[in-house]
């Protein structure tokens, strides 16, 4: 039989997909217990116990300063950032890509501006950010903004071209008009698209977040990270990854769940 | 008594033409079949009709109208597919054609509930009162057909259009929608323009049947000359046969 028809029973596919997770942490465990066992102050590697007791620590005890726990402060304020930022770009992926997507002047006029503005390295123009909106939270907003809205716009502007023009005919005929067949016919078909476009672009969106705040910032997840680093405390730096990763998880499924919730019509196309 | 008229029709896609000196007269109330090969212009014709595209010359006029520039709401429109809307219910597809005249496409209040009440009535009459909360596409072709026309028709055209309605449709299904369709007809007054590739189809719906075809024909550029109506027959006449033959007049016989 073919490789290619060979398919695994259910416990072999879900040992499959625990095996690099268990790689991941075996290697690194015995990494760790390596470098530990010739030096035990060494801190690149530290002990998987380390790291929980570590976590332990930030999750609960607040700053011998403030009192405050810095952890959740950080994640509030990165939050917010990664919410405002996201949001505006979906807003205007949203209005942009219907106007680019409906009306054939308003795409003669942008489609080529955002082709164009959508090869702009975002992180390139970090610094002009800093310049003009200063090192407070508008910069590191802007920068998301600016990072993901042209690949929105872009996404959703093909979506609504992509809507069959019978069904933009057929409104027409049941005597709809432009603004009619934008909320009614093409909106609520774009928004499924909308949630999955903005699951793809948390990504970047994180990436863009966690520079803007290693460069200047005096809280949030990336700055922590960027902060310790000078300690080498790669536990903390690691608790943070974690946390991260662990937090654009949940983002991405609460998305997705969203969307089959909110949009059963659009069916397997999510 | 000429309720649609089609005046001196040419169309060309750049220098291609498509259809050429085509003239129609049809009396409201008419089925009228349209059949003819593959790329002959039978559905750019029913596109025109349409007002999808404006011919390149000549007019369209429906009950003496001044020609239309896009679509709406006079004329009605069944598509092979895409018909209907598939984020809305099927309850919803109906009511559509009330509310999509509104300025935001949305009707409140005692207009949203008695529009609501006369989709329910619309659905059970096309039999599809038991799926009305239903998405389309948990629906089958045929139902969604039925559902399409069933929306074409609450929006009360003055013509239908039907681009091969039955086309996706297994041939069981097809014979259903036939009946649908044959008693409906005899409902209403509707003029309705259908285009098929079931020569069949044609006979059995219409009252009149048009083919559309290239009377002229050059061999070495085969796309030199557009299609126009060869053949126009009163199907009802049967005892008769062919009643209408332009084939004198359109079609270039060789020397």
Redesign the interface.
Same mark, same amino acid.
């Given at each position: 039989m073919r490789l290619i028809n060979r398919k695994p029973g259910r416990p072999l596919a879900l040992f499959l997909m625990l095996v690099p997770f268990v790689a991941v942490i075996v290697a690194y465990m015995v990494g760790s217990d390596m470098r530990l066992s010739v030096n035990p102050a060494d801190k690149l590697l530290p002990a998987p116990s380390t790291i929980a007791d570590t976590a332990a620590r930030l999750f609960t005890e607040g700053d011998r300063r403030t009192g405050r726990v810095l952890l959740w402060y950080d994640t509030a304020v990165s939050l917010r950032r990664l919410g405002i930022g996201v949001g505006i770009a979906a807003l205007s992926g949203l209005v942009f890509g219907l106007l680019i997507g409906l009306l054939p002047h308003v795409r003669a006029g942008l489609a080529g501006f955002v082709a164009v503005l959508s090869m702009v390295p975002p992180l390139a123009i970090l610094p002009i950010l800093f310049i003009v909106f200063g090192l407070g939270e508008t910069s590191k907003i802007v920068l998301i903004v600016i990072g993901i809205t042209p690949f929105l716009i872009r996404d959703l502007s093909q979506r609504v071209i992509d809507i069959?023009r019978?069904?933009i005919?057929?409104?027409?005929?049941?005597?709809?008009?432009s603004?009619?067949i934008a909320?009614?016919?093409a909106l609520?078909?774009i928004m499924p698209r909308l949630i999955q476009a903005v699951r793809l672009s948390l990504g970047p969106a994180w990436l863009f977040l966690i520079a803007a705040e290693a460069i200047a910032s005096d809280l949030g997840l990336g700055y922590r990270i960027f902060l310790v680093r000078r300690y080498l405390a790669m536990d903390v730096i690691l608790t943070y990854v974690l946390w991260i990763t662990l937090l654009a998880f949940l983002i991405d499924l609460v998305l997705r769940w969203l969307s089959r919730r909110l949009?059963?019509?659009?069916?397997a196309g999510l | 008594m000429s309720f649609v008229t089609v005046r001196n029709i040419f169309q060309s896609y750049g220098t291609r033409p498509i259809l050429e000196r085509v003239n129609l007269d049809v009396a409201e109330g008419t089925f009228v079949s349209i059949v003819g090969a593959s790329g002959c212009g039978k559905s750019t014709f029913l596109r025109l009709l349409?007002a999808?595209e404006r011919p390149t010359r000549g007019e369209i006029r429906i009950d003496g109208a001044p020609p239309a520039l896009?679509?709406?709401?006079e004329?009605?429109?069944v598509?092979q597919? !895409?018909?209907?809307?598939?984020?809305?219910t099927v309850l919803d597809n109906i009511v559509?054609?009330d $509310?999509?005249?509104?300025?935001?496409?949305?009707l409140f209040g005692a207009e949203r509930r008695a529009a609501r009440a006369r989709a329910a009535e619309t659905l059970d009459r096309i039999g599809l009162g038991h799926m009305a909360e239903a !998405?389309?596409?948990a629906l089958s072709g045929g139902m969604q057909q039925r559902l399409?026309i069933g929306? $074409?028709l609450t929006?009360r055209?003055r013509i239908l259009l039907l681009d091969e309605p039955f086309g996706a449709l297994d041939p069981g299904t097809r014979l259903a929608m036939h009946d649908f369709l044959l008693e409906l007809k005899a409902g209403t007054n509707m003029t309705v323009f259908m285009v098929t590739h079931d020569i069949e189809e044609g006979f059995k719906l219409g009252d009149r049947l048009i083919v559309f075809d290239k009377p002229r024909w050059d061999p070495t550029d085969p796309n030199a000359y557009g299609a126009t109506i060869t053949y126009d027959l009163d199907t009802r006449r049967r005892d008769e046969g062919i009643q209408t033959l332009l084939e004198e007049t359109n079609v270039h016989r060789p020397a």
């Open positions: 069959p019978e069904q005919v057929k409104a027409e005929t049941l005597g709809a008009s603004l009619v909320l009614r016919v609520p078909q949009y059963p019509w659009a069916g | 349409l999808e896009e679509p709406g709401r004329r009605g429109v598509f597919r !895409y018909s209907v809307f598939p984020h809305m559509a054609a $509310a999509f005249t509104r300025r935001f496409g949305l !998405y389309p596409a399409a929306q $074409a929006a055209p």
